[in-house]
């Protein structure tokens, strides 16, 4: 169990949500006690409320997972990680889920995007939990006399940016809110997508000298600072319409040269109950069995992956207890990368999946369950994906109703791909020989076969991203960096509706402003298109 590494300190004086309307965000959150008296009375409370904000990004409420921080039909539905998940795999070409209620479909098919998909709501509403509980801490510490408190403020203002990241990533605008906002309650003026990449590089950049570059496990270090910077950097371009890849690149180099991380020569173990240990996991969102009970974090990548009649694929057999969703599985266009040779990663079959050599392409369940995804809907149309796992790679597991398998949202690898789609993108900072040497590595350890200089292009970095990082929050975007996701010139399963594929307008790079938030502050608008 994980939970003596990062212990979540539930205190009668919790943060009050304020996240139900945008123009209460700069109103400070309600205690039974100040957060100065607090800390006065008990020091050692700091660590206790840092973790509460940490947990905001994996769990439904510090409470347990039958409790929800902003509201939701269901408490599950609500987590971030959940919604990271949900608008960055499901919307694209690898995952597909088939339950279709109350606006997945939107997502999986990418058709009729509304602002009333209450899943879009919940991933909006919940940035704006998560940055007026980090601003209430940073302006509390800040005043406090505590230990440790400029890396506690450097953490929160990570955890700050890392929460505006997803608004610049996901909706395109949005308002900023600071500590100094806390007694104001007249509603921000909206930010656009550039201003809101000024703020979070700002942020990062101010933190990254002072952080720890060493940390407790499951704690923001300076590594995770510059993964973050160089992943804001890679997306520059689609998010300000300026470049970045000199700066991507240099930052991915400082957390290969100067991290002390490691590719793990066991790809299983970076997704299993024991993923603590791997020495490639820069920053995770930590799941406990029972400490951090929630329906949003690999709870739910491992049940929707399982179950769901008449499949072999039990929960029991990836270490979960009941009877698994039945949700989700991958597309051919994710399982479809793996082939025999290089020229069969765009178009490989059954066969070659089952012969592949790549650790990562055997993470497929086949038996009872057909090859094309016919009808998405379907339960055995699609594999499912045994990626990730609540057991151990080495020790006995054990059989549980939550998973206690971290969610890995930085890892070396990463790092890696940055560097190498950098250089082939003309980085004057990164070099085609290095990235080259970089791939392979990758591979070697992944038992991949190498490649040479000159299968080195852009478009095997993006399928090579998918077979390493699809499940984990990143494809969307990657499909939008390389101009893949809209349009027609790039087609998977149910694209569009359609089962071949179909174009999609150019105007779901971004999701639409729920109606919600529209209602709650009318200083934001809608994006074109909604």
């Known amino acids: 169990m994980k939970l003596n590494k990062f212990k979540i300190i539930l205190l009668s004086f919790a943060l009050v949500s304020t996240t139900s309307c945008l123009n209460e965000l700069n109103t400070e959150p309600e205690y039974l006690l100040t957060l100065e008296q607090l800390l006065e009375s008990q ?16 769990m439904s409420s510090a409470k347990g997972p039958g409790e929800a921080d902003i509201t939701g039909d ?3 539905e609500t987590v971030f990680l959940r919604g990271i998940i949900n608008l960055e795999d499901f919307t694209a070409d690898a995952m597909k889920n088939r339950w279709g209620d109350n606006g997945l479909d939107q997502l999986t098919t990418a058709t009729k995007w509304t602002p009333d998909n209450k899943f879009f709501r919940y991933l909006f509403d919940r940035v704006y939990y998560t940055v007026p509980q980090a601003n209430a801490l940073i302006d509390a510490f800040g005043k406090a006399n505590i230990n440790n408190k400029e890396q506690y403020i450097g953490e929160l203002r990570f955890i700050r940016a890392f929460a505006y990241f997803y608004m610049i990533d996901c909706f395109g605008k949005g308002v900023i809110v600071t500590e100094k906002d806390l007694a104001n309650p007249t509603p921000k003026e909206q930010a656009s997508r550039i201003e809101l990449f000024k703020y979070v590089e700002s942020e990062l950049l101010a933190i990254e000298p002072t952080i720890a570059s060493k940390t407790e496990y499951g704690h923001v270090n300076k590594a995770t600072v510059q993964m973050l910077l160089s992943r804001l950097y890679l997306n520059a371009q689609v998010y300000t319409g300026t470049a970045r890849w000199n700066d991507a690149a240099t930052y991915a180099k400082k957390v290969i040269d100067e991290g002390g991380y490691s590719l793990d020569t066991n790809f299983v173990r970076m997704f299993s109950a024991d993923n603590n240990t791997s020495p490639e996991i820069i920053f995770p969102l930590i799941a406990d069995p029972i400490g951090t009970q929630s329906y949003g974090n690999s709870t739910y990548i491992i049940n929707g992956n399982t179950g769901g ?11 979960i207890k009941g009877d698994g969703w039945g949700g989700h599985r991958a597309s051919k266009a994710w399982y479809g990368l793996f082939g025999n040779s290089l020229t069969d990663y765009n178009g490989g079959s059954a066969t070659a999946l089952a012969a592949t050599q790549d650790q990562r392409g ?5 038996t009872g369950h057909e090859y094309e995804m016919a009808d998405y809907k379907t339960w055995t149309d699609g594999y499912p994906s045994t990626k ?13 109703d939550f998973s206690g398998s971290d969610f890995p949202v930085f890892r070396l690898a990463e790092a890696y791909l940055t560097y190498a789609e950098c250089a082939v993108r003309g980085a ?8 080259l040497t970089y791939i392979n590595e990758l591979r070697g350890k992944r038992t991949a076969s190498t490649i040479n200089a000159g299968s080195l292009t852009l478009d095997f970095i993006l399928a090579e991203r998918g077979r390493e990082f699809n499940l984990e929050g990143q494809r969307r975007t990657d499909l939008i960096r390389f101009d893949k996701f809209t349009g027609g010139s790039y087609l998977w399963p149910w694209k569009g509706g359609v089962k071949d594929g179909t174009s999609i307008s150019p105007n779901y790079n971004v999701f639409p402003i729920p109606n919600t938030a529209l209602s709650a502050n009318p200083n934001l608008t809608q994006n074109t298109g909604y």
């Open 388 to 400: 990730f796992r609540n057991l151990r790679t080495s020790g006995p597991s054990e059989t549980t």
């Open 43 to 58: 020091p050692n409370a700091a660590n206790g409320l840092l973790a509460k904000v940490y947990a905001s990004l994996s």
């Open 428 to 435: 004057s900072t990164a070099n085609v020989g290095q990235a």
């Open 309 to 319: 009649a008449p499949s072999t694929l039990s929960p029991a057999l990836l270490g």
């Open 362 to 366: 055997k993470l497929f369940w086949q």
């Open 74 to 76: 269901d408490k599950g």
